[in-house]
């Protein structure tokens, strides 16, 4: 648990001063939620970078490959910052602190209670579904409710498909 008067000093720099910073907030706790988070900011930055490398193929290789580099750099050293700033740092450390008063269930529990999910979502899909066609029933038979025809039903398929390629070709260019 942080101290206030740790937790203080830090948020009477500014928000650069935290960025500028090199100093590891509280180096021993919550080390591995730390580097985990980290590591799964970093993924997303990765895959964004290569998605940017990607897109620039037109460019020059030095903005191509040098643009997706800066940013992966300069994410990871915010990423890093940030797993040291202290309100962020002291939430992953209670988090790690918390997870491990969890009591686990067993493996056996564990697919015992997936069956049970399994079996309740299927159980509720097939009770909605007879729902369903007992009000389709209902509603058709004094006409409030109009079925297509085949043959219309796929005409309306074949528009809506022409539709969607339209509006994805105005998108992709």
């Known amino acids: 648990m942080a101290t206030k008067a ?24 919550g080390l591995t939620i730390r580097v985990l988070t980290f590591l799964g900011i970093m993924i997303f930055v990765v895959w964004g970078a290569q998605e940017l490398y990607a897109r620039l193929i037109t460019a020059p290789y030095a903005v ?15 990423a890093f910052r940030l797993v040291n700033y202290p309100p ?13 008063k969890v009591t686990w269930p067993t493996w056996s529990q ?18 909605l579904y ?4 007992v009000w389709m029933g209902i509603l058709r038979l004094i006409g409030v409710l109009w079925v297509p025809t085949p043959e219309e039903a796929e005409q309306a398929a074949v528009r809506l498909l022409d539709w969607l390629y339209s509006v994805a070709q105005l998108w992709l260019g």
């Open 6 to 29: 740790a937790a203080g000093a830090w948020r009477k720099g500014s928000l650069l001063e935290a960025l500028l910073s090199v100093e590891i907030y509280k180096r021993t706790q």
């Open 130 to 133: 007879l729902v369903d066609l």
């Open 64 to 78: 191509r490959v040098g643009v997706p580099m800066a940013l992966v750099v300069a994410s990871g050293w915010i």
């Open 88 to 100: 962020f740092a002291d939430f992953l450390i209670d988090t790690e602190w918390e997870m491990r």
């Open 110 to 127: 564990l697919k015992r209670a997936t069956a049970v999910v399994i079996t309740v979502t299927l159980l509720m899909a097939g009770f």
